[in-house]
Every structure is written in structure tokens, then in C-alpha cells.
């Protein structure tokens, strides 16, 4: 599904992501661990077409996708989850997902002022949509929530929501489990799991909590110092020297240089 060919990224003097080559495979649940600072991130970024890569190649389920946007990678299903932005906490939580760019012509008023009905078919259509994700995830007694009313869980479902209107191929989810009380953080690795298993979606994420990654992904992929040390199943990577020195290496140099987070 996704194809990472020698991308390279860097912050002035900062080799953030150096040389870095892996694959997603299509229906896979795949986990990205690593220390802090290992240009997790900066590789998400670069995939979903928010960084440009300095070298180096991305394929979307074949296609060659280096440098494109993030608005036309989200077309051709690569989702991204995103922080609820302030704006949208004021809006109710199916006004959220009905928010979602999807291309609908309501967007273009040129368009909307000649096709009126089309237009609400889409809305309708659309708000349909928004309904089956809320079921989906169990959020339906929420429908008419203000987004800024809900829980730290909620609002991950939310987020997660956000990305299922646009039914995606692959979903990246950026330390999905941060800030998230255990019970709430099950119940999502679940929601994962089920449409993976009953929807195909394909998953790409990182995690910091090693039990939620051992659960839920195959293969674990593991990047140390912008570069890929290794993958395979998570009791695999537990046993990694490699992998055991790269995380005593980084909390190392934490407390020699002073704690970053
Ligand atoms: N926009 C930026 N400008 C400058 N340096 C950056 C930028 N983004 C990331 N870096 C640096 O690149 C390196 C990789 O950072 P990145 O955020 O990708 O790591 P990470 O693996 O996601 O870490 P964490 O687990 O702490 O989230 C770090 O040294 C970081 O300070
Ligand atoms: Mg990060």
C-alpha cells in the first residue's frame, strides 16, 4: 500500500529522516516505534505530502506520490488523524465529520448555483455518512455534542471519524493512544482492529505504548536516528539488541542532555 524508497530529510544540520526505505503492506496493521527524536514523525509527515522529502521516493498502492499535497494524497485515500483544531470544537460532532473536504460540489458555488438538487443529495448523502461513522464507532448518542464537550477518548474517535468519511485505504495515526486513559485507549485499539478486519482499512502507526503496538501491529517496523534498524513481530523486536541499545542509547543521552518532553 505504501512503498518508502531512500527518503532522506533535513532540518538544517538535523538529519531527521536519513536514507529510510520500508513498506506498509495492503490490510496490514503496521506499527512505527522508536526513541524520541527518531524521525517517526517527520516520516509521517513526509507520506502524507505535509513535508517535502529532500530524496527519495513515496508509492501509494503503486503510484508514484513524491511531493504531492496532503488535500490530493486524502483523495486517493491516504488518511491522516489531526488534532481537533479550536475552530472545530465549537461545532457539533456530526458537523465535524460533515466538515470533512470530500470534493462535494456545495464547495464550489459556481457549481452549487446551477445543480441546487445535486447539491442536496450530496448533503444528504453526506450527512448519511456522517451517521454510519458515529454508529460505527459508537458515537451516535453524541450526534448533536459540541466537539469541545467531549472526552480525551471522544474526541480520538472523533479524530479517527474524521478520516473514515472519506472510507481511506490507509489511515497514519500519530501517537493515537497520547494523553488517553487505559479503558478509552482499549476501546479504540478495538475500534482499529475491527476495521481493519471488517473494512480492509489498512493501518500505519506510531506508538509509544509497547503493550497497544504488541496488540495490535504486524510487523513493528523500528527506527533509530532517522533510519530504519529493523522489523518483524513485536516478541521478535523485544529480543533485538540492537533495538534494546538504540532505546537505553536515547534515554542515555536524555539524561545527559536534559529531558526533552
Ligand atoms: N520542523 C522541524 N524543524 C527542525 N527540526 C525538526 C523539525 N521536525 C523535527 N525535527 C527534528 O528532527 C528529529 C526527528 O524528529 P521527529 O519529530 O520526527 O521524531 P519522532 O520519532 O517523532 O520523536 P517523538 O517520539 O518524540 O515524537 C528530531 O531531532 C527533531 O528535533
Ligand atoms: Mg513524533
Not at 522489523?231 to 543521552?253: D, F, K, P, T
Request: charged share 25%; aromatic share 6%.
Amino acid at each position: 500500500m505504501i512503498k518508502v524508497e531512500n527518503v532522506s530529510k533535513s532540518f538544517g544540520g538535523i538529519h531527521a529522516v536519513e536514507d529510510c526505505s520500508l513498506e506498509v503492506a495492503t490490510g496490514s496493521v503496521t506499527g512505527l516505534i522508536g526513541p524520541n527524536g527518531a524521525g517517526k514523525s517527520t516520516l509521517f509527515n513526509i507520506i502524507a505530502g505535509l513535508l517535502p522529502p529532500d530524496s527519495g521516493k513515496i508509492l501509494l498502492d503503486g503510484e508514484d506520490v513524491t511531493g504531492w499535497p496532503a488535500h490530493r494524497l486524502f483523495h486517493k485515500g491516504l488518511a491522516r488523524t489531526f488534532q481537533i483544531a479550536q475552530e472545530f470544537s465549537r461545532m457539533t460532532v456530526i458537523e465535524n465529520l460533515m466538515a470533512v473536504p470530500s470534493g462535494q460540489s456545495g464547495e464550489n458555488l459556481f457549481k452549487a448555483w446551477f445543480a441546487w438538487g445535486k447539491v442536496v443529495a450530496e448533503e444528504r448523502a453526506l450527512r448519511e455518512r456522517a451517521r454510519e461513522v458515529l454508529a460505527q464507532l459508537r458515537l451516535t448518542h453524541l450526534e448533536r455534542e459540541y466537539a469541545g464537550n467531549l472526552s480525551g477518548g471522544q474526541k480520538k474517535l472523533l479524530e479517527l471519524g474524521r478520516t473514515m468519511m472519506i472510507r481511506p485505504k490507509v489511515v497514519l495515526l500519530d501517537e493515537l493512544g497520547a494523553g488517553v486513559n487505559r479503558t478509552l485507549l482499549g476501546e479504540i485499539a478495538g475500534e482499529i482492529e475491527r476495521l481493519n478486519r471488517e473494512h480492509g482499512y489498512t493501518f500505519f502507526v506510531i506508538e509509544h505504548d509497547m503493550d497497544l503496538i504488541a496488540r495490535l501491529c504486524q510487523p513493528v517496523i523500528v527506527m533509530a536516528e532517522g533510519r530504519v534498524l529493523t522489523q518483524g513481530s513485536m516478541a521478535e523486536i523485544r529480543r533485538n539488541e540492537a533495538v534494546i541499545e538504540a532505546y537505553l542509547g536515547a534515554r542515555h543521552h536524555k539524561q545527559v542532555g536534559g529531558a526533552d518532553a
